[in-house]
């Protein structure tokens, strides 16, 4: 039977002083995440530009699971290939609507990196 480390009266102070060292790390990380995200995202755009360029279709699902493929396999946890799998499907799904976007845009005037929808009068 284990038991419990004895709670001395500074132990609250070390745990909140831990808690704000991991947020401050989070706060570091998701700095960079948005970084990558964003440099992903300008690629997809220009493979959309070069795709367009010569008329291939934006959706390629033999691609689509290659990412997915890659980043399961590249994964070391502790997130489970499902949650890897949701994540990227959702980035995926956005650098697409960027595309479409981008398509739009580009025959009414503007700037895809917006991320506003075109207006169609609907509320």
Do not use: W
């Amino acid at each position: 039977m284990s038991e419990k480390p004895e709670r001395t009266r500074d132990a609250p102070a070390a745990v909140a002083s831990r808690i704000e060292h991991c947020r401050k790390q989070i706060d570091a990380l998701d700095e960079k995440l948005v970084e990558l995200l964003n440099a992903r995202a300008a690629q997809a755009l220009e493979i959309g530009r070069l795709k367009d360029s010569i008329g291939l279709e934006t959706y390629q699902p033999q691609r689509e699971i290659a990412v997915l493929e890659q980043a399961r396999s590249e994964n070391r946890g502790p997130l489970d290939g499902g949650a890897i799998t949701r994540l990227f499907e959702r980035i995926i799904d956005e650098n697409r609507r960027l595309e479409r976007l981008a398509k739009q845009k580009e025959t009414a005037g503007g700037d895809p990196g917006s991320g506003e929808e075109p207006h169609d009068g609907a509320p």
